[in-house]
């Protein structure tokens, strides 16, 4: 399947019989797009704009105590349907065909673990986590993210001793809502995760190559790096620079700020978190190290460092790393960060991060509301943060099963990040004009004419619609008993549906319809349609559509 | 996009090369095989097996409090990986095709919902809700179905008049689970709905429409009946039989037991609800009917009925929807069944519910473990009940927003118990031999091979991998240093991966590698391969595939 850039608009809507004779056609057609926008615009803010709640349910008679609401989605969730669930359908068109590339098959687990699963995996942020009603015995809770159901499935299921697997689902987070940077409640997650004993980094090395022919299928390979380290090396930095061992995680998150913070603000939460100004100050000295496969000779030509034994271990694995990086033609676009630390504990080695300049080409930034950045998660200089995360993971499936040691390394894509960026991006295109809008993906519309008592004909209609949908043709109709067939012209047009099939009560009686081009212009040949044996067409739509349909059976 | 019944197997784990060492090749795949399905029987039930709970995890040292606990998915819920995952797709994307066909747009809703925007929708079920715990402010719960969400939308967004939306996604019923039957706590929804004033009956007969083409897209349309009802005809048949309108909704849900109890039981139940003997015989006379369009005559020429109001509208309604299912040729599929009442509160016109025999030719019920069905909901002889429904309802949105009123009809699909049924379809064509195993979606394994001081050309297969990964051919290779031959055959095989590209020192030096179709038959002119230089590889694969790879960009 090719992933198609021209932003398709999808009729969600149809307008309403009036609504099309008071405006002519391209007027009607503009205000239902304004229309669709609107709304969008509405269902993506997680707060309800004053309309939204104005027409709200009352008391009903008999009914008088029940409370008024305000009808809206959950705080933190959206709606999707239209312009953004095409483009978000895109999105995940586009990253499957990837993940099957790779040979990866599909786990879908239950929205909801047994508490105890997700329980110790997510540190502080274990606070976020959404819990249900007590539900007679058994504590759940909704998933935090995709890779502990993962873990889990793998200690459940003794007999896979290895696994490429992806999982497109919804996870949940009860953090504070960043409507514009895409930053949700509920929210989905992209994941591809390789389990299993291989070779060193070959796993490692596939998963990067995933990543980068994800945003190659985006077209934003141009606009992303991915940041590497390795937990090994960075634990021994902070080993060599004399960091106490009780201290390396707390240590390693303040360093994880760098990207956001100064220096300076990094270095007083690490003496706050009780570590000496001149360890601060070494640490400072190697986590500003950054570049490309050099990295690894300063390393190594570094006394200090050579000599940790971890360092060692990391710095052999990132030499095997960047011969495989080199094979896939992707050593450009990695970044040897020796600052990136990622937050969560359950890391052991590789770890990276995708991350998109703060102003895009698209201007992300500065097409971003002003208004809305006080807090300092809304600030749009911020960027959208990481698009993507993952890292090597060796012992989590062993916090479920004791006798269960299966390593994985994986991958997850933050699509709704990345659908804010490509939304912008789409719109712009739209703006100048190089988009072609397709209004819906129905091809056939069956309409009807005739002069006076002409009934109509909507049994007619319906049995050629049938004709059509029978031979896996996307058609519809006017719903009316009696359309007028300007009516049913306008109906069309607003979807942009290519052909119309129209019906006439002496063409029938010949066994006859006509088909018909719409929108060709005036003077084409072919302009007024031509007349078809009923008999015949399907294969002259399918001639038409100059594509195979396909059959039901 | 064609439904394939073959029941493709994907594989979802690779063996450990060690077990491919001890095992000769067919068994080996076919302890894959089993293994496969050992661990697809196991995670379809609800409960735990045994060797679940024993590889727990333990507590940790530093950790002596920490509690073990059963690693399982919470009761009622499953995982779906594997050949389970793929019929379930099949499924979905057969639907989707439908719903498309019909000019269908799709709706994604956060799976929790306000408490109030679920409360006072279900009856007595209410009480199956998922409540989520209080998460400071907002009460929440997990929705119950796709059609209240939907109404919340149309409730919202009131500039949309007209409206054709489906909806694939999990719903959450905290029911006892029947899991042999298909009945599960969490368990998809599968909705098509038509929103928006149209003619009468219109969309409601294009509903049914939609559920034959979906029946016959899972080629089951022979099995399937389609029974319907009227809530006018039913509501005004109890009037005119004397119930008391305060009665009329649990005398209905009474009457809804008939395709399950005899009449003897749902007489006692009536009686029990307070209605006379004699109230309850008249009521029985007439909900025995059921048949064809013949009943719509039968209704008219009788003096009782033919005079309430109520029914004289439904006859009309029915008469114009026989009609149009001429039209559209499912007549036949159809039964009108005045014992049909449908649970929910809010229909308000024609119902439907469709129904496939107890005993399919499947043998769906013999093959149902036995030893299960102590409990009524277990039984197999009830068969899996009703596989779609649905009905007209015209006030749900009217509901949430005073001043809006917006007809809907729509269906719901329950896809868990038509994923049990096909996949009980799909054991026996596996028994009888009459299905194309393949293991794997990937295209091509890219070997190599060498004499002494052989070192695995593990980059050189890596930048070949990478280069038909750039096409878009779906490629996987051994993921060691140095695989030996035989082993990286076995991998390949094993998925049953139709091409093999063989790497080897001697040709790479001359730009050239071996190209090879795997599983021909000895003597075969093509048995041994042929070489091709790397930069027709692409082009040759293309070939022998015999379809168009698709390009990145």
Redesign the interface.
């Known amino acids: 399947?090719?992933f198609f850039w021209a932003s398709s608009v999808?009729?969600?809507?149809?307008?309403?019989p009036c609504?099309l004779r008071r405006t002519p056609l391209r007027a009607s057609w503009e205000v239902r797009a304004t229309?669709v926008h609107?709304?969008n615009y509405?269902?993506f803010s997680s707060q309800p704009q004053p309309?939204?709640s104005i027409?709200?349910?009352?008391p009903k008679e008999g009914k008088s105590n029940?409370?008024s609401?305000?009808?809206?989605?959950?705080?933190g969730?959206?709606?999707?349907?239209?312009v953004d669930?095409i483009l978000r359908?895109q999105i995940f068109s586009a990253i499957t065909?990837v993940f099957?590339?790779?040979?990866g098959?599909?786990?879908?687990?239950?929205?909801?673990?047994?508490k105890?699963?997700l329980a110790?995996k997510y540190g502080e942020d274990s606070r976020l986590i959404?819990?249900?009603?007590d539900?007679?015995g058994?504590d759940?809770a909704?998933r935090y993210d995709l890779t502990v159901p993962l873990a889990?499935?793998l200690?459940?299921?003794?007999?896979?001793?290895?696994?490429k697997?992806y999982h497109i689902a919804?996870v949940y987070r009860?953090d504070q809502p960043a409507v514009a940077k895409g930053r949700m409640r509920?929210f989905y997650q992209c994941d591809f995760d390789i389990a299993?004993?291989?070779?060193a980094m070959?796993?490692d090395?596939?998963i990067l190559?995933i990543v980068v022919?994800v945003f190659?299928?985006l077209?934003m390979r141009d606009y992303i790096t991915i940041k590497l380290n390795h937990r090994k090396i960075l634990d021994g930095l902070f080993a060599a620079c004399g960091v106490p061992e009780d201290k390396i995680r707390s240590i390693s998150s303040a360093v994880d700020k760098l990207d956001k913070l100064p220096w300076d603000q990094v270095k007083l939460e690490m003496e706050e978190k009780g570590l000496e100004s001149e360890v601060a100050d070494k640490v400072g000295e190697y986590v500003k190290l950054s570049g490309g496969r050099e990295i690894i000779d300063t390393i190594k030509a570094d006394e200090l460092l050579s000599a940790n034994e971890h360092i060692q271990k990391g710095v052999a694995d990132m030499e095997l790393l960047f011969?495989?990086l080199?094979?896939?033609?992707i050593s450009d676009k990695v970044s040897f960060d020796l600052s990136l630390a990622r937050g969560l504990d359950y890391y052991t080695g590789l770890i990276y991060e995708v991350v998109t300049p703060l102003s895009t080409p698209e201007g992300f930034a500065q097409s971003q509301d002003k208004k809305k950045s006080k807090s300092k998660s809304d600030d749009p200089n911020v960027g959208v943060g990481s698009i993507a995360a993952g890292g090597r993971y060796d012992d989590l499936v062993n916090?479920?099963?004791?006798?269960?040691q299966i390593p994985c390394v994986g991958v997850s894509f933050g699509v709704d990040r990345i659908f804010t960026i490509m939304k912008q991006r789409q719109a712009k295109e739209a703006e100048e004009g190089n988009t072609t809008v397709r209004a819906?993906?129905?091809d056939v519309f069956v309409m009807a004419f005739g002069g006076k008592g002409f009934n109509g004909l909507?049994?007619?209609r319906?049995?050629v619609a049938?004709q059509l949908?029978k031979a896996?043709?996307?058609?519809?109709f006017a719903?009316?008993?009696k359309p007028r067939l300007p009516q049913q012209f306008k109906l069309a047009e607003n979807s942009k549906i290519p052909l119309a099939v129209i019906l006439g009560e002496d063409e029938l009686a010949a066994g006859k319809v006509k088909l018909k081009e719409l929108g060709l212009p005036e003077g084409h040949p072919e302009k007024e349609g031509c007349l078809v044996s009923k008999d015949d067409l399907v294969e002259e739509i399918k001639k038409k559509l100059n594509k195979t349909a396909?059959?039901?059976?």
């Open positions: 399947m090719r999808k009729a969600f809507c149809e307008l309403p609504a229309s609107h709304y509405r269902s309309d939204e027409d709200m349910a009352t029940k409370l609401f305000q009808l809206k989605t959950p705080k969730t959206r709606d999707w349907i239209g669930m359908e065909e099957k590339r790779h040979g098959t599909q786990l879908d687990t239950p929205v909801f673990e047994l105890e699963i110790g959404y819990d249900l009603a539900q007679g058994e759940c909704l889990r499935w200690a459940m299921n003794t007999s896979v001793q290895h696994l697997r919804k009860r509920e299993g004993t291989y070779d070959i796993p090395a596939e190559r022919e190659e299928a077209n011969n495989y080199e094979a896939y033609e916090m479920f099963a004791k006798k269960r819906s993906e129905v909507l049994t007619e319906m049995a049938n949908w896996g043709i996307k058609t519809e719903p009316s008993v396909l059959p039901l059976r």
